[in-house]
């Protein structure tokens, strides 16, 4: 079964900054995910990446916010773009395995100041 | 309207004891998925259990059983024995086969603590 890992784990960053978190699949995997949980909230998909084409985002969200990067089948990146403290959140990237089961990466935990 | 609903933001339960978390849902697809994950305060998400909506049985994996009642809607989450370990925000999922397979819809969550 594929590991995910992610980096970096946290992070504080500055109002108007831009951070990239990246993600590492140890398999081959068609589409990986992006998630963001803001604080006290529950999970919401920002975005799929698939390799090779331009990344599918979800209502609400746009890619001059959240550039997306899919070199290859196993590596994703997700750039947080101009940063504000409403950004201040945990990302995760995901990906499927078996009979669908989506699993995850241990998150990035970005605080915006 | 809510398409996933957990209605316990809270619980408690004494270490060895089994705890039911609830999970009710609501969708129009008749082919879909739920989840159950556990979110410790590291934050990283951890997969549980998967029932499918055609599944003949309930999924269980270990302590882990899901009480999947269809005509009701309900997907809950039943911890047997319970460990200090298990205490955690536990988040109930659904996927719809009309989303894409890495799309989905999430509860608002419940935090399990298990006292000694």
């Known amino acids: 079964s594929a590991v995910i890992s992610q980096k970096p784990s946290r992070d504080i960053c500055q109002r108007g900054t831009s951070l990239t978190i990246q993600c590492q699949v140890d398999s081959q995997v068609t589409m990986m995910f992006w998630y963001r949980q803001q604080p006290g909230q529950s999970l919401t998909l920002i975005a799929t990446a698939n390799q090779g084409s331009e990344a599918t985002y979800e209502s609400g969200f746009v890619i001059d916010k959240f550039p997306i990067s899919r070199p290859n089948l196993t590596f994703s990146t997700l750039t947080v773009s101009n940063m504000s403290p409403e950004d201040s959140s945990i990302y995760l990237c995901s990906a499927n395995r078996g009979r669908g089961e989506l699993f995850f990466g241990e998150g990035s935990r970005l605080t915006v100041l | 309207a809510q398409k996933i609903t957990q209605t316990q933001p809270g619980m408690f339960v004494q270490e060895k004891e089994a705890v039911t978390l609830d999970c009710t849902y609501d969708t129009s697809d008749p082919s879909y998925g739920l989840f159950w994950y556990k979110q410790p305060s590291s934050g990283e998400m951890i997969f549980l259990i998967y029932?499918?909506?055609?599944?003949?049985q309930n999924a269980t994996e270990g302590r882990y059983s899901l009480n999947f009642q269809k005509a009701r809607k309900s997907a809950n989450l039943v911890i047997s024995a319970s460990q200090l370990g298990d205490s955690a925000m536990y988040f109930c999922?659904?996927?719809?086969?009309?989303?894409?397979?890495?799309?989905?819809?999430f509860g608002q969550g419940t935090t399990l603590q298990v006292k000694p």
């Open positions: 999922a659904m996927r719809e086969s009309s989303s894409n397979t890495g799309k989905l819809i």
């Open positions: 029932q499918g909506s055609y599944d003949q």
